[in-house]
């Protein structure tokens, strides 16, 4: 069994088609990194240290599911990231074709930087494949409801944030 591996993304903000990849990654590895990127091209709707909360939220709900997963915050290339933690493995998920098209693209990448380097695709279950970040972001926007498509914490966390506005 490998032991270690990395879930990186911007998780803007983490969908329950996210904590389904890592439900079932945390069953395949000892060790499971979910690597928030900093990201700040995308300009992402919620800051780091928020998307990283947000997480944490979401993996302490049912704490004793995730004790061989952590969360933390990366801003330089991921197959350096990968390199300095010893890892060797990056899942990613696929959704779309479109999803395999930037995503084979970005695995040779992360390849070409990092020989040691493999990534696993997962497809999501029935029920998440239509669930991205953006969506959800959309959806809040436009003040829409949103609870099906995240973790209760991050939806109570969000509209907590909302309500400060």
Avoid: W
Avoid at 66 to 77: G, Q, W
């Amino acid at each position: 069994m490998t032991k270690l591996a990395i879930y990186p993304g911007t998780f803007d903000p983490l969908t329950n088609g996210h904590l389904d990849i890592i439900r079932r990654s945390k069953n395949m590895f000892q060790k499971v990194i979910i690597a928030v990127a900093n990201s700040a091209s995308k300009k992402p709707m919620y800051s780091l240290e928020q998307r990283k909360e947000m997480i944490n939220l979401a993996l302490n709900e049912n704490k004793s599911d995730f004790s061989n997963v952590e969360c933390v915050t990366f801003s330089n290339l991921l197959a350096t990231f990968a390199r300095d933690l010893g890892a060797r493995v990056i899942i990613r998920g696929l959704r779309v074709v479109s999803d395999f098209e930037y995503e084979l693209q970005m695995g040779y990448a992360n390849a070409s930087l990092n020989d040691q380097l493999d990534t696993i695709y997962f497809m999501p279950t029935l029920e998440n494949a239509f669930i991205s970040s953006s969506i959800v972001r959309s959806i809040i926007e436009h003040d829409g409801h949103f609870s099906h498509l995240v973790p209760r914490s991050i939806h109570d966390y969000i509209m907590n944030l909302q309500v400060k506005k």
